[in-house]
């Protein structure tokens, strides 16, 4: 499957919630570890607030990024991200979105 990069200028706002780091996984069991990039760098699930043009309510989106430490952002501040991608998948019968960036940042109001 092939990741697509998501246009930002699509959402009419995306705000930080908070971070949770992510488990590493063996062989499908999860660890007590956090798991890390090819790089060594600890993934974190950012849970941002999501509304996109023209849709009436907004959506909880966990964007996978590699920090080298948990961000210390104001809860409901806005955030951007740098090289955002999306990839589709199956859960059962529901199609889902994974997301992904590079980097992320706090933006300006």
Not at 7 to 30: H, N
Not at 60 to 65: A, D, E, L
């Amino acid at each position: 499957m092939n990741r697509v990069f998501v246009d930002q200028s699509g959402f009419d706002y995306i705000r930080y919630l908070s971070a949770e780091p992510r488990v590493r996984y063996v062989d499908g069991e999860a660890t007590n570890e956090q798991d890390r990039d090819e790089n060594g760098t600890p993934l974190y699930g950012v849970v941002c607030l999501a509304k996109q043009k023209g849709a009436t309510k907004p959506e909880t989106i966990t964007v996978k990024i590699a920090l080298p430490q948990e961000p210390q952002i104001p809860e409901f501040s806005p955030v951007g991200f740098v090289g955002l991608t999306a990839l589709a998948y199956n859960s059962g019968n529901r199609a889902q979105l994974a997301f992904s960036a590079e980097k992320m940042g706090k933006m300006k109001e």
